[in-house]
């Protein structure tokens, strides 16, 4: 039981930090959306 501890814990720790790289990529993406919804706004109150 003790020797699979150790492995699980990286199992779950490269996991989490895979899960965590997408999350990261994810709010860049929205982030960049927002900007862009932002510019047409502004665009259109110009115009």
Do not use: C
Not at 23 to 46: C, D, H
């Amino acid at each position: 039981m003790r020797a699979h501890k150790p492995y699980n814990l990286l199992k779950v720790f490269s996991n989490s930090s895979y899960n965590f790289t997408k999350l990261k990529q994810e709010i860049i993406r929205l982030k960049a959306q927002e900007q862009e919804l932002a510019l047409q706004v502004g665009n259109e109150k110009r115009s």
